[in-house]
């Protein structure tokens, strides 16, 4: 069989089912100011929040313990690389977590209010540091003599991450907007629909921006080796945007989340075969990049760790499901832990 | 400080931080599962307010213990970028970890917290049981990945890389073997000694709450002459394997042998320092030792004192409650303590006899990144670890009549919820 397939397939898996899941959580955090008016509101959103994010924050877990295990090289060229970004999103990561498990430990209002301000500005860090993270993954890096991806003021602040860094928060409020009209009821659901609405009509022109800045971009054209794969996947990003607005205007919430789930989808597809053979790409240098060999462990690692996860996966994703139904049907009157 | 400095003590201080959140959960998670197994069986509603009281403190711990983790993990590619992509096989153990155990411990205890009610009183309870075998199973893979650092096993030299040669010598490191019995009982001991000191508190101060905190302490005197002593034991255990395979570690105690070593290493790898300093060694490792016996002797005080009754009926041995309040403390010290015995006396080497500290930082970081990270990471750290001891005192102080766990919003029972409901109900003015 081969391994680096496999596994990079489930990195792939991985990345995708934490932007759906936890993509939802984020998003939904970062609407608070526009869907919320009283505490009462807030209490319901983040309880709601609280049902789901346990089981999805591990997925962040699970992408870095991937990398790991089966993308060693991989794990240390990224993360040591996009230093700057790594820290921040970490330090967000860490307040997000910490507003939510902290937040309602005390009954005093000044206590509640600041870890609730503390969780809408981690959470729209954590979604602008993924665009970030995003497309300097995507351009192509300079490396130093050490062939350590070389990320300085000049990547961090081109227009492309900036693009895309508000892109990701964009999307990422959106699909939360979506997912809690359609969790919610009443006025909050109401205002959340509405502000995804809006938030989809400027959906088409961020993928536009975020075309029309990488066109002009040298290193992310020069990263870019299969442009048709690149044109068709901005295609269908833009067509699946298309289509949620058309859902929501028809009131078709269910099927208006689909959409913005397999757009951000795509999204992850698009990075991973719009660069193909390459992982990374590196501006000017030889190699020009890194490839999946070069990235992955050795067979044996590979193999070995395929045999201890296989029995565990299927339990993985019950214990996920099961969770899911379990904690779906809020209880009424009850009060969240969260 | 050059960059290597500073990336070894960002991550002494989030270990230390994190590890001292691993054995409380490690601990408390398993004084949980004794309560609600009792509840269970017997339906006592006095077991069932254990399982509450205990449990509202474990998940609370929890939430640090997640966060701390996870800086960890991001860390090892941050600074040590030399060391997963040289040792690959290092990040077998890791992947394994965070794939399975990791995971399922997240998704059962979400599972337990917002099942209460919902799920079959023996679902419930396999739930809590799920929790417990993740976290020690999570415990185990860590210790696979950390046992390789100290005593490399398994694996093979392939174009300069460390790669996994024998997963059966991976798993069967007789470092992990001899260390895991420690760690496991270390955290057992942190973890009564917390429920015996939180008991204590509660039946010296005469709260209303004699009873529930009765039991509880006397479930504490019972396990601790057990675990306490066996976490001495399992720490003397490794000493042979250490002198044999680790000399230098012992340079404080047995400096002809680190000599010996050092001399051997000088042989195999050119001249240089391979000795960890002495100093901060031997202090780690009497603080370590006297806290276990310290610990060990209060231990047997209290369970005498149970057994006779006088703890808690004749009130005649006050003294021994303030102790062991004071205690408290002690356990979570003597954990770091180990900790710092064990990798400080890895010194210089990141994998002992392989890969030295110089290597594994990952290459052209700069110093003023490291800054930047050690003082974002040491500042957030340390201010939630503040924040989550002080909710912890809190919510032990105020007793078992205060939960939220599982508490429905009209408080059936007599156990009135949190005052958060009024809060609520007049901040929708």
Known sequence: MNWPVVWLSLLGCAVVAYLLLEGYV???????????????????????????????????????GILLGAFPSLEGKIISGCYPVIILLVTAVVVR???????????????????????VASSAVVALAWGAIGSLIYRALPVTSEARLAVGASELFAPFTIVCAVAALLAVTAHGSLYAARALSGPVAERARRISRRLASFGVVAVAVVAATAVVSRPVRVATQQPAVAWAGLAAVGALVGLLIWCLARGALGAALVCSGAALSAVVVLLAAARAPYLLVYLDAAPAGMTLAHASADEQSLRTLSVLLAPVLPVMVAARLWQARVTRPPVPGRISWF | MDPQDLARLQFAVTSSIHYSFVALTLGLVTIVVLFQTWWTITRQPLMERMTKFWGQLYVINYALGIVTGLVMEFQLGLNWAGLTSFAEVFGVGLAVETLSAFF?????????????????????????????????????????????????DGYAIVDGRMLLDDVTALVGNPTLWTTLPHVVTASLTTGVFVVAGVSAYHLWRGTPHTEFFTRSLRLAGWLAPVVTPLTLLFGLNQFPLIL???????????????????QRFVEQFGPGDYLPPVTPLAVAENLMFYIGVVLGLLAIVTAVALIRRALVRRRILRPLLVVLVAAIPLPFVANISGWVFREYGRQPWAIYGALRVDEAVSPGVSA???????VLFTVLLTTLTVINWAL????????????????????????RPLPERAFALSGRE
């Open chain 2, 244 to 262: 044999e395979e680790q000399p230098t570690k012992l340079v404080a105690t047995q400096p002809e042998l680190a000599a010996e070593q050092q």
């Open chain 2, 104 to 152: 399922l411990e997240s998704v059962f205890l979400g599972l337990w917290i917002f099942g209460w009610g919902r799920l079959r009183r023996w679902v419930h309870l396999a739930l809590i049981w799920l929790v417990a075998a993740t976290a020690y199973l999570s415990a185990f893979w860590v210790l696979v990945a950390n046992s390789f650092m100290q005593r490399p």
């Open chain 2, 368 to 374: 003023g990144a490291l800054w930047t990270s050690l």
């Open chain 1, 97 to 119: 977590d910490a507003s939510l498990h902290l937040r309602r430990r005390l009954p005093r209002r000044r206590w509640q209010r600041g870890w609730e301000v503390a969780l």
């Open chain 1, 26 to 64: 984020i998003g939904m955090a970062v609407a608070i100011p526009a869907i919320c008016r009283d505490s009462r509101d807030r209490d319901a959103v983040i309880a709601a929040i609280g049902r789901s994010f346990l089981g999805n924050e591990v997925l962040l877990v699970v992408i870095v």
């Open chain 2, 392 to 415: 912890l005192v809190r919510y032990a102080r105020r007793g078992p009549d205060g939960w939220l766990i599982g508490d429905p919003v009209d408080g059936h029972g007599g156990h």
